[in-house]
């Protein structure tokens, strides 16, 4: 299986209405430190209305500028739609990220 199949393996699992970290994504698929190259398997995302990479954002929660399917305010109107609150280009981590809920944090990795 290839690193980027990895990567949208986990990213299909992130729920509406919950965001992950382009670092959570790589610890999540097993390739701690990758967060960049998760960010480059989601701009050429291959399946885009099954693998939601609008999902994945900054580890400050910040929206990214290079979203591949229309850039920030696309992502931000599919955020909101989820019922995931966006503010001033940022999601709030500690309520809507799966690196908290899951018992983690935005601490470590740069993404």
């Known amino acids: 299986m290839s690193v980027f199949r990895d990567f949208y393996e986990v990213v299909k699992k992130i729920p509406a209405g919950k965001v992950a970290s382009y670092g959570f994504v790589s610890r999540a698929a097993g390739h701690k430190g990758k967060?960049?190259?998760?960010?480059?398997?989601?701009h050429v995302n291959p399946e885009p209305?099954?693998?939601?990479c609008h999902r994945v954002v900054k580890i400050d929660g910040s929206l990214s500028e290079g979203f591949a399917f229309g850039g920030i305010n696309v992502q931000e109107q599919m955020l909101i739609?989820?019922?995931v609150a966006v503010k001033d280009g940022k999601v709030d981590m500690k309520k809507y990220s799966l690196d908290f809920a899951l018992g983690g944090s935005t601490d470590g990795e740069n993404n």
């Open 35 to 42: 967060a960049r190259q998760v960010g480059w398997a989601l």
């Open 81 to 83: 739609r989820e019922g």
């Open 49 to 52: 209305g099954v693998i939601p």
